[in-house]
């Protein structure tokens, strides 16, 4: 079942064209990744479908439903959750205050939305640090802050964004694992990475784009030999031609 | 009908002084990207420092500025680097720190009621002094001599702080702070030293604004409430950051003020101005000539 | 004695003392200042529904105040409706006029947000300075309107001694802390904490940030306007530089973030050291140094937003709590 459709996505800004015709379809328990040079537009196909702004042309569907001028809380209560490039926890409430503001979607009552919350921090093992105030944890914490909020919802898909920038190589393989235990457990993933040792062990089919324009697809290891990706991340003298 | 002529232009010269009044309202904002709360109050404090100069020496009021502008820049120089700086500090991340306006509404309450206990509340003015009630006759009009002065010096004034920005060192840092104060101190450009000046040119700003009120305003410490609320209007109005905005801003207020009164009440010619300001704010608050700098 | 039980204790102390003050307290002159002291600390709380909860900077709500005052002196006067019809009606007037300016406002940012609120309050203080009728009602511009002091009673919310007025704002007060506590606890608390703090972040949490802010906008309001209605009865005159003026926005703005916006007891407590040196400082300097409360105010809001900007309630909790720990016993370890 198809969970995401993007049907010929674009994005202007003023004269910028920030998302050039993008297409793509993420499958129910697929993880997808999506990589491409900075400023590439990873970030804004993103905000666009997550309800962050709208599209200026193209289709974005949900299950089938088309989700172009949805709100962000709308797209959440129906399952889309997403996470921020750069953090943004509430940084003067408690860990479990953070995560509780995510249990709230499904139910009005606190007892159920910190009961969710409990269990999402535990199955993410920041249990332990559930009193401490946000803004004192550490990157690696606040990273899996944003997870364990997003998770807090109960979403379907769930978008993440560099959500391993500025993890130590042990922890991004933690945050690997704890993906794809997700996925096995129904998730299903759209994620935007930098670190290509992530990318490659986590997605079932990789979408690179370059100045908005989606420049190849495909399975990991096609991507890692093709040419034109190579030529748009390391320049044009790399290509093997 | 020439009356609407003579009030269009007297409100012109006193747009022009409102203006004047702003000036330093939109340096302050362009650059530190803080409303000002307590500009008014350096208004007033300008006021004061140039009616005592004059009751003082008995010079002409403009000869004050020789005394008003280095005070008032220090003042607000120092009032920036001690009470403002600190809270930059610490919320440095935030864009556009709330904590400031709080703080400078604190300032405002502090300095006027400051003036209220050391000078009393009551109204002051120079009654001798060589510009009061002149009026200078064309055509059957009678335009009014010292607004006529203060046009001259809020023109002036605009001119020089756009020459000082556009061509001088120290201008061309602060305008670089004011786009982007990371990069500007990564340049090597002192974002506290650039604060505190633009902060000292702004009260200075106030200050010349004072001396050209002195002549035909009353001086009392509650002066700068009445020049605070319409300073931001003007901003509003003009472009927060624009000095042409604010010049023209100023005259539009003034000609609104000086024409109104002929078909309506005066304090609904006071209803039409924040009314004016809303619109401007929901509509379009980057102002009405769009122009969010003139640098 | 465990904690739980010596805040119980403490909380039951409170009221005992705060309801049985008047029979020893016999001065009107005391039970005024009490009374106030009541009253800012009520228009905080309320306030702080926006200011606090919501994390924005709301300085015209002396705006609501008055249309509560207004909406039930003029129906008294004129209708002869009793003035606790006149707090619900003022309430829903002020409720709604909220909304209405909190739509357009709530999408602006900080600086504009608190610059638009002034204008809301001083434009309605402007107004109502100038329009004698409105309609059919008569709001008397700016003479101001008076209640003559016939009919004394509950009925009509008059009273020749203080002591009646002191248990109505007392009981007010007390209601609303329990309803900001509860709020609090409850999801639009969790909502508006978070829409205030991150709005993005919130927004991609289900959290419709609008609509919350406009709720808190419509209670908060709505609150105030009952205070207004007190008011109006307490002093049986108003007029729109007393209940709709911008110093009186200000000044419950400035007792809140004193006292710690956002907080519970922030505003509470703001209103309990601010409200004695405003009132002392008034009676003892009033003739030789005019405005010396409003200075202490300004500088006490300058050093604490340098040093506190959570408010004056985050040291004294900590110290409350170290304390409680001193005096009480840990309750067992939850698992």
Same mark, same amino acid.
């Given at each position: 079942?198809k969970i995401l459709e993007v049907k010929n996505l674009v994005k202007n800004f003023g004269g910028l064209r920030a998302v050039d015709d993008l297409s793509l379809t993420i499958e129910e328990g697929q993880i997808l990744g999506l990589i491409g040079p900075n400023g590439a537009g990873k970030s804004t196909a993103f905000n666009c479908i997550a309800g962050v702004y709208p599209p200026s042309g193209g289709e974005v569907y949900f299950?089938?439903?088309?989700?172009n001028?949805? $709100?962000?809380?709308?797209?959440?209560?129906?399952?889309l959750?997403r996470t921020f490039q750069i953090v943004?926890?509430?940084?003067?409430?408690?860990?479990?205050? $953070?995560?509780?503001?995510?249990?709230?979607?499904?139910?009005?009552?606190?007892?159920?939305?910190?009961?969710?919350?409990?269990?999402?921090?535990?199955?993410?093992?920041?249990?332990?640090?559930?009193?401490?105030?946000?803004?004192?944890?550490?990157i690696a914490?606040?990273k899996?802050?944003e997870i364990?909020?997003?998770?807090?919802?109960?979403?379907?898909l769930l978008l993440l964004d560099e959500v391993m920038a500025g993890l130590r190589p042990t922890e991004v393989d933690k945050m690997v694992e704890i993906i794809k235990?997700?996925r096995? $457990?129904?998730?299903t993933f759209f994620v935007i990475e930098h670190i290509m040792r992530a990318i490659m062990a986590l997605s079932d089919r990789i979408v690179v784009i370059h100045y908005g324009q989606k420049i190849s697809e495909g399975r990991p290891e096609e991507i890692a030999s093709d040419e034109r990706v190579i030529k748009a991340y390391l320049g044009e003298e790399y290509g093997v031609s | 009908?020439?009356?609407?002529?003579?009030?269009?232009?007297?409100?012109?010269?006193?747009?022009?002084?409102?203006?004047?009044?702003? @000036?330093?309202?939109?340096?302050?904002?362009?650059?530190?990207?803080?409303?000002?709360?307590?500009?008014?109050?350096?208004?007033?404090?300008?006021?004061?420092?140039?009616?005592?100069?004059?009751?003082?020496?008995?010079?002409?009021?403009?000869?004050?500025?020789?005394?008003?502008?280095?005070?008032?820049?220090?003042?607000?120089?120092? @009032?920036?680097?001690?009470?403002?700086?600190?809270?930059?500090?610490? =919320?440095?991340?935030?864009? =556009?720190?709330?904590?400031?306006?709080?703080?400078?509404?604190?300032?405002?309450?502090?300095?006027?009621?400051?003036?209220?206990?050391?000078?009393?509340?009551?109204?002051?003015?120079?009654?001798?002094?060589?510009?009061?009630?002149?009026?200078? =006759?064309?055509?059957?009009?009678?335009?009014?001599?010292?607004?006529?002065?203060?046009?001259?010096?809020?023109?002036?004034?605009?001119?020089?702080?756009?020459?000082?920005?556009?061509?001088?060192?120290?201008?061309?840092?602060?305008?670089?702070?004011?786009?982007d104060?990371d990069a500007?101190?990564l340049?090597?450009?002192?974002?506290?030293?650039?604060?505190?000046?633009?902060?000292?040119?702004?009260?200075?700003?106030?200050?010349?604004?004072?001396?050209?009120?002195?002549?035909?305003?009353?001086?009392?410490?509650?002066?700068?409430?009445?020049?605070?609320?319409?300073?931001?209007?003007?901003?509003?109005?003009?472009? @927060?950051?624009?000095?042409?905005?604010?010049?023209?801003?100023?005259?539009?207020?003034?000609?609104?003020?000086?024409?109104?009164?002929?078909?309506?009440?005066?304090?609904?010619?006071?209803?039409?101005?924040?009314?004016?300001?809303?619109?401007?704010?929901?509509?379009?608050?980057?102002?009405?000539?769009?122009?969010?700098?003139?640098? | 004695?465990?904690?739980?039980?010596?805040?119980?204790?403490? &909380?039951?102390?409170?009221?005992?003392?705060?309801?049985?003050?008047?029979?020893?307290?016999?001065?009107?002159?005391?039970?005024?200042?009490?009374?106030?002291?009541?009253?800012?600390?009520?228009?905080?709380?309320?306030?702080?529904?926006?200011?606090?909860?919501?994390?924005?900077?709301?300085?015209?709500?002396?705006?609501?105040?008055?249309?509560?005052?207004?909406?039930?002196?003029?129906?008294?006067?004129?209708?002869?409706?009793?003035?606790?019809?006149?707090?619900?009606?003022?309430?829903?007037?002020?409720?709604?006029?909220?909304?209405?300016?909190?739509?357009?406002?709530?999408?602006?940012?900080?600086?504009?947000? &608190?610059?638009?609120?002034?204008?809301?309050?001083?434009?309605?203080?402007?107004?109502?300075?100038?329009?004698?009728?409105?309609?059919?009602?008569?709001?008397?511009?700016?003479?101001?309107?008076?209640?003559?002091?016939?009919?004394?009673?509950?009925?009509?919310?008059?009273?020749?001694?203080?002591?009646?007025?002191?248990?109505?704002?007392?009981?007010?007060?007390? &209601?609303?802390?329990?309803?900001?506590?509860?709020?609090?606890?409850?999801?639009?608390?969790?909502?508006?904490?978070?829409?205030?703090?991150?709005?993005?972040?919130?927004?991609?949490?289900?959290?419709?940030? &609008?609509?919350?802010?406009?709720?808190?906008?419509?209670?908060?309001?709505?609150?105030?306007?009952?205070?207004?209605?007190?008011?109006?009865?307490?002093?049986?005159?108003?007029?729109?530089?007393?209940?709709?003026?911008?110093?009186?926005?200000?000044?419950?703005?400035?007792?809140?973030?004193?006292?710690?916006?956002?907080?519970?007891?922030?505003?509470?407590?703001?209103?309990?050291?601010?409200?004695?040196?405003?009132?002392?400082?008034?009676?003892?300097?009033?003739?030789?140094?005019?405005?010396?409360?409003?200075?202490?105010?300004?500088?006490?809001?300058?050093?604490?937003?340098?040093?506190?900007?959570?408010?004056?309630?985050?040291?004294?909790?900590?110290?409350?709590?170290?304390?409680?720990?001193?005096?009480?016993?840990?309750?067992?370890?939850?698992?």
């Amino acid at each position: 079942m198809k969970i995401l459709e993007v049907k010929n996505l674009v994005k202007n800004f003023g004269g910028l064209r920030a998302v050039d015709d993008l297409s793509l379809t993420i499958e129910e328990g697929q993880i997808l990744g999506l990589i491409g040079p900075n400023g590439a537009g990873k970030s804004t196909a993103f905000n666009c479908i997550a309800g962050v702004y709208p599209p200026s042309g193209g289709e974005v569907y949900f299950f089938g439903e088309k989700i172009n001028n949805h $709100n962000p809380w709308d797209l959440c209560k129906k399952g889309l959750a997403r996470t921020f490039q750069i953090v943004k926890p509430f940084a003067s409430k408690t860990v479990l205050y $953070n995560v509780t503001v995510g249990g709230y979607v499904h139910t009005e009552k606190r007892a159920k939305a910190e009961e969710k919350a409990l269990e999402v921090l535990k199955y993410i093992d920041l249990y332990d640090k559930k009193d401490m105030k946000a803004g004192k944890l550490t990157i690696a914490d606040r990273k899996r802050l944003e997870i364990a909020r997003a998770l807090a919802t109960g979403p379907k898909l769930l978008l993440l964004d560099e959500v391993m920038a500025g993890l130590r190589p042990t922890e991004v393989d933690k945050m690997v694992e704890i993906i794809k235990d997700l996925r096995d $457990n129904g998730i299903t993933f759209f994620v935007i990475e930098h670190i290509m040792r992530a990318i490659m062990a986590l997605s079932d089919r990789i979408v690179v784009i370059h100045y908005g324009q989606k420049i190849s697809e495909g399975r990991p290891e096609e991507i890692a030999s093709d040419e034109r990706v190579i030529k748009a991340y390391l320049g044009e003298e790399y290509g093997v031609s | 009908m020439w009356f609407i002529v003579e009030d269009l232009i007297n409100g012109i010269l006193m747009g022009a002084i409102y203006g004047l009044t702003a @000036l330093g309202l939109t340096v302050i904002f362009g650059v530190l990207k803080v409303i000002n709360f307590a500009h008014g109050s350096l208004l007033m404090v300008g006021m004061f420092v140039a009616y005592w100069a004059v009751t003082l020496s008995g010079l002409h009021p403009y000869l004050a500025l020789i005394l008003v502008i280095p005070i008032m820049f220090f003042f607000g120089y120092y @009032l920036q680097d001690i009470v403002i700086k600190p809270i930059f500090k610490a =919320e440095k991340d935030v864009r =556009e720190p709330i904590t400031v306006i709080i703080v400078t509404t604190g300032v405002w309450y502090i300095l006027d009621n400051l003036t209220l206990l050391i000078f009393g509340p009551q109204y002051r003015n120079i009654q001798d002094n060589p510009l009061r009630g002149k009026m200078l =006759e064309i055509g059957g009009m009678f335009i009014s001599v010292p607004k006529l002065w203060g046009f001259s010096a809020a023109i002036l004034t605009a001119l020089a702080i756009y020459w000082f920005l556009q061509r001088t060192r120290m201008g061309r840092a602060i305008r670089a702070t004011s786009l982007d104060r990371d990069a500007a101190s990564l340049m090597g450009i002192k974002q506290y030293k650039v604060y505190n000046i633009a902060f000292g040119i702004g009260t200075a700003a106030a200050g010349i604004a004072g001396v050209t009120l002195v002549p035909f305003y009353n001086v009392f410490p509650s002066v700068g409430v009445l020049f605070d609320i319409k300073g931001f209007i003007i901003v509003v109005l003009g472009g @927060l950051g624009s000095i042409s905005g604010a010049i023209l801003g100023g005259m539009i207020i003034g000609v609104i003020e000086s024409v109104g009164p002929q078909f309506m009440t005066a304090t609904w010619t006071e209803g039409i101005v924040y009314a004016l300001f809303l619109l401007v704010l929901f509509v379009k608050p980057s102002g009405l000539f769009g122009v969010r700098y003139d640098w | 004695m465990t904690r739980e039980n010596f805040q119980k204790l403490s &909380a039951a102390l409170l009221l005992i003392v705060s309801f049985g003050l008047p029979l020893v307290l016999r001065s009107p002159t005391y039970l005024h200042i009490l009374i106030l002291l009541y009253l800012y600390a009520y228009l905080t709380t309320s306030w702080n529904l926006v200011g606090g909860f919501a994390g924005v900077l709301p300085l015209g709500h002396a705006a609501f105040f008055g249309i509560g005052a207004y909406t039930s002196t003029v129906l008294f006067l004129q209708y002869g409706i009793s003035p606790w019809i006149g707090m619900v009606l003022g309430g829903i007037m002020a409720s709604i006029v909220g909304v209405i300016i909190g739509l357009p406002t709530f999408k602006m940012r900080g600086a504009y947000f &608190a610059l638009a609120t002034i204008a809301f309050g001083e434009g309605m203080r402007v107004m109502v300075e100038n329009i004698d009728y409105l309609g059919p009602f008569n709001l008397n511009g700016p003479r101001g309107l008076q209640i003559p002091p016939l009919n004394v009673g509950l009925a009509n919310l008059m009273f020749v001694n203080k002591e009646p007025y002191y248990y109505i704002i007392l009981i007010m007060l007390i &209601a609303v802390l329990m309803l900001t506590y509860t709020i609090s606890c409850s999801k639009l608390g969790y909502y508006l904490n978070a829409g205030g703090e991150e709005p993005e972040a919130a927004k991609a949490l289900g959290v419709n940030v &609008a609509r919350c802010k406009l709720i808190a906008m419509a209670m908060s309001s709505f609150l105030t306007a009952l205070a207004g209605v007190f008011y109006a009865q307490l002093t049986l005159f108003i007029h729109p530089k007393s209940v709709i003026s911008l110093d009186l926005s200000f000044e419950i703005a400035f007792i809140a973030l004193i006292g710690g916006r956002g907080s519970i007891a922030g505003p509470v407590l703001g209103a309990l050291l601010l409200r004695p040196v405003s009132d002392f400082s008034r009676i003892y300097f009033g003739h030789i140094l005019p405005g010396l409360h409003l200075i202490i105010f300004g500088t006490v809001l300058i050093l604490v937003m340098i040093f506190q900007p959570r408010g004056l309630q985050e040291p004294l909790t900590k110290a409350y709590h170290r304390l409680l720990d001193r005096l009480t016993e840990k309750p067992a370890e939850k698992e």
